[in-house]
């Protein structure tokens, strides 16, 4: 054989080799490659998440709590936190979903990096990363889950599937949402691909009754090791999130089927009975070390989670069993599934008789978050929790038509029995998944992020049965001679199959890609405007414990540890005190302000919070903040049982100092803080004396008025006692009756005006606007100089802060007025915005001549945070201007009059402090009014902008304005 050839043989065979290495592990740089264009698509904006003095800018409010977690963690690593009395007050929480395995993961990563003693930068750094590494990482298990139903190239059409998909699971895995959602894919798809490996395996095996009893580990060894790793996936998945308990009880259904399915074709379930039991009876070993409360929340580590696992591992030896004495008996087989079936139903009912608890709290979850049978009163308060308006229109802009060839790709593995194809227990596994991730993201709009994962995988089924249907062979090794023996239909079939994919999710058909998406990303705007509200209460106000001068802080140790208190109520020391605010800001308040709310994101504190806001008197909003903690209900007592209730409490140390509300609460949240203690926003509703082109327009009742709310937030706490507004932010909003398209009205709704403004300061603008639609408020007109059309409207601060103080009481005695007179104490005061307004209070003289009334403000500064008191940023710019009237009308007369400064002692400690009146030097008198002084604001020249400039067409900037961004949904 001469060189020449043997050059050429081995040429040839170095071919051969390189394309059998490559068509062994082509599918490896192109995973790679799916894996990075994920993590690039996710992290474009990451410079915007990150500032020179290191303060956190991150896209979601639960973001902000699992910052709080993560610092906690890496303080006390490897523990994390096993109560927070950070939140919750004024009996403090377990947290539940946070402090898990997701956020121990994260500090692990950061511990590594940092080597041993990450810097807060490297921590930050780390966590913002982490998301959008973990949303890439999901592509493999998602790979070899497709790869399992339609080989490597399946394997690659699911990867790139999930890789476009531009809905729920790609907003919620780009960079700063630091949130546990995409921990939860993760680990979902591992734990599901590996029950997959495990049932195949098992099914190859097949271990049996006898087996065991023999104890021939050689045979079962292999079936053992796979089956106990598909239980540690499971756990894991558990671990990083608690409410994965549902895939548990999917994976309870799918043994319940396909163990009758394998008993009626004539095959033992003692093969798939095997992996059921070893998986679920090591999910429940794994969960009941985790068990960290009592009870049956889905959201917590407790008796749920193992107990739902040993009832599964226990149901697969059943069926195996009862599959035995049937055939023992030659019972027919068809009879089989029906036995089992009502084997379940009576282990329900005997549940709901014995286990109340656990019956309720299945069926609950089931309604909730699986089933779209009906929607929670509450829940419909939260955007996530809601279910799509339009289930068809939803999924085709979450996945294209993906969706669809999906539940092809489904149909394709039902009718594989039936094609004469092998019949498989991963088969049936994915089908049952499948429908229950639809019919989870048809209950609630968020879990398409978890049927993401079905789409991408099962679209690898669909490809392999059309491949199937049209006989395509398309191979490496053949090369060139199957390309050129395919047919016209065939080509024309691959091309619509890729069309179907993937042209929805590309341009020019998609609206928006992921990479789009991905640029567009940014931190949440409403975080960003609490967060100068939350700083200032953090430099401005006590710490928890010194309150009042008492010197508990260390007892509150914000990187502390605390015990679950046996009641499940954590006993505050004196001087501790909490911050009253809606729900979804508590975690802000917590981690921004440092400071302790009462209501939070895990919607702890709701029901008491809505009925605190929606109080039709400051005697009631008292009476329902002296009764929190009592462990009695707040909402639905009337005012003589919240008497009793607060009298038998001895809670008396355990104060809520603060009250912090927002344009969004007064506004557009105003609807669903009514929903949780009632009565119903209509019963806030009227139609009013505003018109729109003849047609009446619902504004604002008087019942909206006199809630707490609105008298604290609307009116700057004129004639309550006990509150003074401390700070306000120096951004604005319009709140209000206002149109929001053509076909929609909102009469008690908000809109920022921080696009419009540019100075941050109450300035001439601000005031121009104010007085332009206090103007029309008077008028009974609809107001357009925003660029919308408002009514019934006030211009405010975004946020508003305030402090609940005992308050001074003024005394004094006008002689000469007759009973029944009036009495005025006004006083001019300034907030940190410059903005001027006027609070006043009002009273009657006695029979004998007597008054008495109380304020809230002191006129001058002598206590600080030093003291274990408020550095306010409202400050009075004189003393209280107290009138004695004869009548309150236009006629009013003048009696007597006098002037009293008011200390912050006597404000805090509530003394009383006697007025010197004096005979008034004019009878004619003008009784004062609340509210914002905006002739005091700026001058003439400062036309529009406050500091002399005017816009281009001399006025306000409009709404929406393109170059300001337009304004926040």
């Not at 591992?313 to 009879?335: D, H, T």
């Not at 709310?597 to 400051?618: I, K, L, V």
């Not at 919308?788 to 001074?808: C, L, M, N, P």
């Not at 007369?893 to 006597?906: H, K, L, P, Y």
Request: aromatic share 10%; net charge negative; with cysteine.
């Amino acid at each position: 054989m001469s060189t020449d050839t043997e050059h050429v043989e081995e040429e040839s065979e170095t071919s051969h080799s390189l394309l059998e290495t490559w068509r062994n592990w082509y599918h490896v740089p192109l995973v790679g490659l799916v894996i990075a264009f994920m993590f690039w698509t996710r992290t474009q904006e990451f410079d915007r998440f990150v500032t020179d003095d290191g303060t956190p800018r991150l896209a979601g409010v639960d973001s902000w709590y699992h910052w709080r977690v993560i610092q906690w963690t890496s303080e006390n690593y490897p523990h994390t936190m096993p109560y927070e009395v950070w939140t919750s007050f004024p009996t403090g929480r377990y947290v539940g979903q946070f402090g898990t395995l997701f956020d121990q993961l994260i500090v692990t990563v950061a511990m590594i990096v940092g080597l041993g003693n990450p810097s807060q930068e490297t921590l930050y750094t780390v966590a913002l990363l982490s998301i959008p590494a973990m949303a890439a990482l999901t592509a493999i298990p998602v790979f070899y889950g497709g790869r399992r139903l339609a080989g490597t190239f399946g394997g690659i059409v699911s990867v790139v599937v999930l890789a476009l998909a531009p809905g729920q699971f790609f907003s919620r895995s780009t960079v700063g949402q630091l949130d546990h959602h995409v921990g939860e894919v993760l680990f979902m798809a591992i734990a599901v691909v590996s029950m997959m490996v495990a049932l195949r395996v098992a099914e190859r095996e097949k271990p049996i009754y006898e087996l065991v009893v023999s104890k021939d580990w050689d045979a079962l060894k292999t079936p053992t090791l796979y089956a106990v790793l598909a239980g540690l996936a499971l756990s894991l998945y558990v671990w990083v999130w608690p409410s994965a308990v549902a895939l548990v009880g999917i994976f309870g259904i799918f043994f319940a089927v396909h163990l009758c399915l394998d008993y009626v074709r004539g095959v033992s379930p003692d093969h798939v009975a095997f992996v059921g039991a070893v998986s679920l009876g090591v999910t429940a070993l794994v969960t009941a070390v985790l068990i960290e409360e009592p009870g049956f929340s889905v959201t917590s580590f407790g008796y749920l989670q193992p107990l739902l696992a040993i009832l599964v591992s226990v149901g697969c030896v059943f069926m195996a069993w009862l599959a035995r004495q049937w055939n023992a008996r030659n019972i027919e087989r068809a009879y089989y599934p029906i036995a089992i079936g009502g084997l379940i139903t009576a282990a329900f009912l005997l549940m709901w008789l014995l286990l109340p608890d656990l019956y309720g709290t299945i069926v609950d979850n089931a309604v909730r978050r699986i089933l779209p049978v009906g929607t929670n009163v509450t829940d419909s308060t939260i955007a996530e929790a809601q279910p799509p308006e339009n289930f068809s229109q939803h999924v085709v802009e979450e996945f294209g038509m993906a969706f669809y060839t999906m539940l092809a790709g489904l149909a394709f593995l039902a009718i594989r029995p039936l094609r004469s194809l092998e019949f498989r227990a991963e088969h049936t596994l994915v089908i049952i998944w499948s429908l229950f991730l639809t019919s989870m993201a048809a209950t609630q709009v968020r879990f398409s992020y978890y049927l993401v994962l079905a789409v991408a995988i099962v679209n690898a089924a669909f490809v392999a049965g059309v491949w199937d249907l049209v006989n395509l062979d398309v191979s490496l090794e053949r090369g060139r001679e199957s390309l050129k023996s395919l047919e016209t239909y065939q080509v024309l079939t691959v091309v619509l199959v890729v069309l179907l994919l993937f042209a929805p999710m590309l341009p020019p058909i998609a609206s928006a890609t992921t990479w789009d998406s991905g640029e567009s990303v940014g931190p949440h705007e409403e975080a960003m405007v609490w967060q100068d509200s939350n700083h200032w209460l953090a430099d401005n106000t006590p710490e928890p414990g010194a309150y009042g001068g008492a010197d508990n802080a260390d007892e509150l140790d914000y990187y502390g540890t605390y015990e679950y208190p046996e009641d499940g109520d954590y006993d505050y020391p004196e001087g501790g005190y909490g911050v009253m605010s809606w729900w979804d800001y508590g975690h802000l308040i917590t981690t921004q302000g440092e400071r302790i709310p009462h209501a939070n994101p895990f919607q702890a504190g709701a029901t008491s919070a809505s009925a605190y806001f929606t109080a039709d008197s400051e005697e009631r909003s008292e009476l329902i903040l002296e009764a929190l903690g009592t462990g009695e209900s707040v909402s639905d007592e009337s005012n003589e049982d919240l008497e009793e209730i607060v009298a038998e409490s001895d809670e008396s140390d355990e104060e809520m100092r603060y009250v912090m509300i927002d344009d969004a609460m007064a506004g557009s949240k105003f609807s669903a803080i009514t929903q949780w203690s009632g009565p119903g926003y209509e019963n806030y509703v009227e139609q009013g004396e505003f018109e729109a082109q003849g047609q009446p327009l619902p504004s604002a009742s008087e019942n909206y008025d006199d809630t707490t709310l609105a008298s604290l937030y609307v009116d700057d706490a004129a004639e309550m006692e006990h509150y003074r507004l401390v700070h306000e932010n120096d951004q604005y909003s319009v709140v209000g009756g206002m149109m929001l398209n053509q076909q929609q009205q909102g009469p008690i709704y908000s809109l920022p005006l921080r696009y419009a403004l540019d100075d941050p300061s109450w300035n001439a603008q601000t005031a121009q606007m104010a007085a332009s639609l206090e103007e029309s408020n008077e008028a009974g007109e609809v107001n357009t100089d925003l660029g919308a059309q408002i009514w019934d409207a006030h211009i405010t601060s975004s946020v508003k802060t305030f402090e609940r103080v005992d308050g001074a009481t003024l005394t004094g005695t006008a002689e000469d007025a007759p009973e029944g007179s009036t009495v005025y104490a006004s006083v001019e005061l300034e907030t940190n915005t410059e903005r001027p307004f006027t609070y006043v209070q009002e009273a009657e003289v006695g029979e004998d001549g007597t008054f008495e009334v109380t304020v809230p403000y002191a006129t001058n500064d002598e206590l600080g945070v030093d003291d274990g008191y408020t550095d306010s940023a409202v400050e009075a710019t004189g003393d209280y201007d107290v009138t004695v009237a004869s009548d309150d009308g236009e006629n009013a007369t003048a009696i007597a009059e006098g002037e009293q400064d008011v200390s912050e002692t006597a404000v805090v400690d509530g003394e009383e402090l006697e007025v010197t009146l004096e005979g008034a030097e004019d009878e004619s008198f003008e009784p004062p009014e609340a509210g914002t002084n905006v002739d005091d604001v700026g001058d003439e020249e400062n036309e529009a902008n406050g500091d002399g400039s005017e816009t281009e067409d001399g006025g306000e900037t409009p709404i929406g304005d393109d170059s300001e961004g337009g304004a926040e949904e």
